[in-house]
C-alpha cells in the first residue's frame, strides 16, 4: 500500500477520534477539526519521504494532540501579554494533559453528543454527525441525500459556529439532559439508516453506504453506552433491518416487497447480533420496533409471521410513541392477522391525519387492502395517487406496475 493511500485509510477510520481527542484539549469543533486536517497534511508530507510508521493511527493522534496543545499555549501566551498592558480577554483553559489512550473513547462519545446537540436543526445534527463522526466528504454527504455540496457546507459550518456561539461544552450530559441528548443522538442515527435503507428520492432503492454509517454508529453508540437498553433497542432495529439489505431488491435494482423476498438470502450473522442486542434492549420505542423486526426475522416463511404479535406490538409502540406512521403500521399488521377487511377502517380514518396528506404509503396500503378485497378498479386509482406523490424512482415504478396489473376500471354493472 502506497503511502499516500495508508494515511487516506487510516484518517478515513481514525479522523472521529482524532478529531474528538482534540477537541478535549481546544473546546472548539470547528478549530479541531481544522488541527486534525493539518496533522493530515503533515503525513501525507512525511509518510511518502520517511516511511508509514509503526503505529500510525497513534502518529496522527500524537501529532494532531501537540498541535491543539501549541495552540492553547500560544492563546495563553497572548492573554498574558494583552493583561500585560491592561487588557483582557477571555480566559483560555489551560491545556489539559493529553489523556491517556483509554480515554479516547470517552472523547469519542462526548463528539457524538456534542454533534448532536439540540440547539442544532435535525439536517445540521445529520450533516455534522456524517462529517465529524463517520468521516464522510461534504461531497459523499451531498450525494446521499441529494443536495447540493455548498448547502452541506453551509450546514457543517453553520453548526459548528452555533455550537461555538452557545458554548455547547464538549461533555456527556448527565440526568435529565443527557435522556434529552440521548433522543437526540438515536433520532440522528436513525435517520441516517433509514435514509440509506429507504431513499426519499432518486433512482435507487437502497443506499448501502448510509446503512453501512448508521449501522456502524449505532454499534459505536452501544459499545460506548453499554448500560443504556434504548441504545441496545436501536442497535437491535438496525442489525435485524441490514440483515435483509440482499433481499429488498431485483438483479436490475427494483424493489422486492416483504412476502416475495427470498428469505435465504438474509443475513443471519446480523440476525443473530440484532438477537444478542434485543436481549439487552428494554421497553422504548426502539426496543419495540427492534422487537417487530425480530418476529419478521424469526419467520422462516412470510406465512409463519406471527402477525398478532406484531399488531400488539405496534399497539404498545402507539402508547410510547404516538403517531399516524405508527397507527398505518399497525393496520398494515391487523389485515395480516385478522384480514384487510378489519383495518380498511383504520386506515380510513388516517386518511383524515394531516401529517398523511403527502405521505405516498397511505395510498399504497390502502391500494394493498382493496385489492386484497377484490375491488381492483378503487386499488388501481390509489397505487396510481401513491405513485404520483412519491419522489422514489424505483418506488413508482413499482407502483404504477401493480396499478396496470390490475387493468383498467371495469364498466359499471348493467350498462
Not at 483509554?102 to 454533534?115: G, K, P, S
Request: a neutral charge; aromatic letters at 4%.
Amino acid at each position: 500500500m502506497s503511502a499516500a493511500r495508508a494515511v487516506e485509510t487510516v484518517f478515513r477510520i481514525e479522523s472521529a477520534r482524532i478529531i474528538a481527542g482534540v477537541t478535549r484539549i481546544v473546546r472548539d469543533i470547528g478549530i479541531a477539526e481544522e488541527i486534525a486536517q493539518d496533522a493530515l497534511v503533515a503525513a501525507l508530507e512525511q509518510w511518502p519521504r520517511d516511511g508509514i510508521p509503526d503505529r500510525p493511527a497513534a502518529w496522527l493522534m500524537a501529532t494532531a494532540r501537540h498541535r491543539a496543545v501549541d495552540l492553547v499555549r500560544r492563546k495563553e501566551t497572548y492573554a498574558r501579554k494583552l493583561a500585560e498592558v491592561g487588557r483582557t480577554l477571555e480566559d483560555v483553559p489551560p491545556p489539559p494533559e493529553p489523556p491517556e489512550p483509554d480515554d479516547i473513547d470517552d472523547d469519542l462519545l462526548r463528539l457524538v453528543f456534542t454533534a448532536c446537540h439540540p440547539v442544532l436543526g435535525t439536517d445540521a445534527r445529520i450533516a455534522l454527525t456524517l462529517r465529524l463522526v463517520a468521516g464522510l466528504t461534504t461531497h459523499e454527504i451531498a450525494r446521499a441525500f441529494l443536495t447540493s455540496e455548498p448547502t452541506v457546507a453551509q450546514r457543517v459550518v453553520r453548526a459548528k459556529r452555533t455550537l461555538a456561539k452557545a458554548g455547547v461544552p464538549f461533555e456527556v450530559p448527565r440526568g435529565a439532559d443527557r435522556e434529552q441528548r440521548l433522543s437526540s443522538v438515536l433520532e440522528v442515527i436513525y435517520l441516517v439508516f433509514n435514509e440509506g435503507y429507504s431513499a426519499t428520492a432518486g433512482d435507487d432503492l437502497l443506499r448501502p453506504a448510509l446503512c453501512e454509517d448508521g449501522l456502524r454508529l449505532a454499534r459505536v453508540l452501544a459499545a460506548l453506552m453499554p448500560d443504556e437498553p434504548e441504545v441496545h433497542g436501536l442497535a437491535a432495529l438496525l442489525e435485524f433491518q441490514a440483515s435483509r439489505t440482499a433481499a429488498r431488491t431485483g438483479p436490475d435494482g427494483e424493489p422486492v416487497l416483504l412476502a416475495d423476498q427470498n428469505r435465504a438470502r438474509w443475513n443471519r450473522l446480523l440476525i443473530r447480533r440484532g438477537i444478542a442486542s434485543l436481549h439487552r434492549a428494554g421497553s422504548g420505542p426502539y426496543a419495540l420496533q427492534a422487537a417487530i423486526a425480530g418476529c419478521h426475522a424469526a419467520a422462516v416463511r412470510y406465512e409463519d409471521t406471527d402477525w398478532r404479535t406484531i399488531a400488539a406490538l405496534y399497539g404498545r409502540l402507539a402508547e410510547l410513541l404516538p403517531s399516524p406512521v405508527v397507527e398505518l403500521n399497525r393496520a398494515v399488521a391487523v389485515s395480516m392477522a385478522e384480514g384487510p377487511a378489519a383495518a380498511l377502517p383504520l386506515v380510513d380514518a388516517l386518511a383524515r391525519e394531516p401529517a398523511l396528506r403527502s405521505y405516498h404509503l397511505l395510498p399504497s396500503v390502502r391500494g394493498d387492502l382493496l385489492e386484497r378485497l377484490g375491488r381492483a378498479p378503487e386499488a388501481r386509482a390509489e397505487f396510481e395517487r401513491a405513485a404520483a406523490l412519491t419522489r422514489n424512482t424505483r418506488e413508482r415504478d413499482l407502483l404504477l406496475a401493480r396499478a396496470a396489473a390490475l387493468g383498467k376500471e371495469s364498466p359499471a354493472q348493467g350498462d
